[in-house]
Every structure is written in structure tokens, then in C-alpha cells.
């Protein structure tokens, strides 16, 4: 091999280098939705919703437009190609509270609704605010049961406030990123692309989630977390229509690491997957083998 085809073949060991160290590409993004489209989605299943209440509102939000979501009012029902029986899978989206009428922010603590919830399987996940936490928090379902029970079953959560702060930390006209990933038997959470917790149970294995999912709480549907005992306080908040904003709103079907957890805070969700995959005007290969040799020829 002459010093030309070393050279070769070390720029297409760093190209692909590049591409593989994300670990992540657009082959992975099962959903997005950023509002630029209005309710139609970027989905491996149905780009339009299958299923919808309420007046459907999108308002300038983080990286793109924002879904504006008021509890148990308004939804989005989607469908995905083949069920959501991944073993590892994401979700990440930013989150604001919305402003004027149904407001909210995580000093409160009379806050407690359902924001995004799967259906149509024995299995569902929820990710729901927490009352009285004050919390995000991911929850899994077994035929109805919590699993890890209460309340090891909290395990993956997000706080809406810091020890240092008292009064929030998500505030109206404030976003912030929040992520929920999983594999089999773990889940972590991200919030601003940091670290923010992380729950083992063995019982964490999705094999049957059906084929649906809602952006918003379809109340006949979704399950709704409230600590035992607490039901006669729990149950008039979950009623109040908190508004909500959502944006960038993604599923990915692999579990991810603090590093792209960083990168898609940085870029955006989808737009990390994307820079990922080769550009297709600056770079082709041609593999052309010999008995003793492989010729790598770059097509600009």
C-alpha cells in the first residue's frame, strides 16, 4: 500500500470514526415533533395524529415551535409502525409552563398532571408531574401495577426546583430539556443535559407498550400516579388545566449516554441524530478488492 492509499484510508477511518462516536442517527429517532409542520411529525408510524382533543396550539418555544398542552383538555394521539417493544429507548423533549390562565411553576406544589403517556398494551410508561415533589417523574406499568412498587417505582425523576433554590427552577418563559432513557433492568434522567438521577430494578424490561402514544393525558387512558393515601388532596389538582408548553419533543429507540445527552441539549434532539449521518454530496466510496489489495476511491 503506497502512501496515497494510507492517506485514503485514514480519512475514511476518521469520517467514520466521527460518524460511529455519536452511537446515534436518525435511524434511531422513532418520533419528533418540533411544530414547524403544525401536528404532523417526523415518525416511523403515522405522521398525523390518530387521535386529538381540544384546541391544538403551537407558540414559539425552544428549538423550534412548542405544543401548548392544558391538562386533561388537549392531546395528540399517535401511532408508531409495529409496537413500542423496544428493550432501550429515550425520551426528550423542553419543557415550559405555559403563560396567562393555568399557569404554573415548580415552586408550586399543588401541580400534579400527565404529560405524555403510551397505550394500547398490558405495559404502559407515563411521564407525569409528581404531587407533592414537585418533580417530573417516569413511571412503568405492569397490567396496571407500578413497577418497583411505591416508592422505589419514583426512581427516574427530574426536580422542578434546586436546593439552592427556593422559589424554582422552571419558570414561565424559562425552557428547560429533560430526558428519560432506559434498558433493560435501568433508567436515568437528564436535565439540562447533566446527570440528574438513575433507578435499577430488574422488573424495568418493555416487551409489550402497544403502538400508541399521547403527547397531553387522555384521562380514559393514561394512568395517573398519586401516593397512597393521598387521594382526597391528589385528585381535585390533577383536575385544574395547567397549561403546559412542549417542544423538540423526540423518541428515540436506544438508550444514551451523558455524552449525547450533552450533545442533544446542545443541538437539539433531532439535529444531534442528524449530525451523525455522512453528508452524501461531499463524501462516496467504492470499494474495488484485488487478490491483494482494496482500492478506496472518494467521490466528491
Known amino acids: 500500500m503506497n502512501r496515497r492509499e494510507k492517506i485514503i484510508i485514514m480519512v475514511i477511518s476518521l469520517l467514520l470514526a466521527a460518524k460511529f462516536s455519536f452511537g446515534l442517527d436518525l435511524n434511531n429517532v422513532l418520533f419528533h415533533l418540533n411544530g414547524a409542520k403544525g401536528v404532523q411529525a417526523f415518525s416511523r ?14 407558540v414559539s418555544g425552544a428549538k423550534g415551535k412548542a405544543l401548548e398542552l392544558i391538562n386533561g383538555e388537549s392531546y395528540l394521539g399517535y401511532e408508531t409502525k409495529g409496537n413500542l417493544n423496544f428493550s432501550q429507548g429515550t425520551v426528550s423533549f423542553w419543557i415550559s409552563p405555559g403563560e396567562g390562565k393555568g399557569t404554573w411553576d415548580g415552586s408550586m406544589d399543588n401541580v400534579l398532571q400527565v404529560l405524555f403517556h403510551t397505550a394500547g398494551g398490558p405495559q404502559q410508561m407515563v411521564i407525569q408531574e409528581h404531587w407533592p415533589t414537585r418533580s417530573l417523574v417516569m413511571l412503568f406499568y405492569n397490567d396496571g401495577s407500578l413497577v418497583g412498587g411505591f416508592p422505589d417505582g419514583l426512581g427516574a425523576s427530574v426536580p422542578l426546583y434546586t436546593a439552592n433554590d427556593i422559589t424554582s427552577v422552571v419558570r414561565p418563559g424559562t425552557w428547560y430539556q429533560v430526558i ?13 443535559g447533566k446527570l440528574e438521577s438513575d433507578y435499577s430494578n430488574p422488573e424495568i424490561n418493555l416487551t409489550n407498550l402497544g403502538n400508541k402514544f399521547y403527547l397531553g393525558w387522555n384521562k380514559s387512558i393514561g394512568k395517573l400516579f398519586i401516593d397512597p393515601g393521598c387521594e382526597n388532596v391528589a385528585l381535585p389538582i390533577s383536575k385544574k388545566p395547567w397549561k403546559t408548553l412542549i417542544a423538540d419533543f423526540t423518541i428515540y429507540n436506544q438508550f444514551i449516554f451523558p455524552n449525547q445527552a450533552k450533545g442533544m441539549y446542545e443541538y437539539g434532539a433531532l439535529a444531534y441524530a442528524r449530525k451523525a449521518e455522512p453528508n452524501p454530496i461531499s463524501i462516496s466510496t467504492a470499494f474495488y478488492p484485488t487478490y491483494h489489495k482494496v482500492y478506496v476511491t472518494i467521490f466528491s
Open 45 to 58: 408510524g403515522n405522521s398525523y395524529p390518530v387521535d386529538k382533543k381540544g384546541d391544538i396550539n403551537f
Open 180 to 192: 428519560f432513557t432506559w434498558r433493560k433492568g435501568y433508567a436515568a434522567t437528564y436535565l439540562n
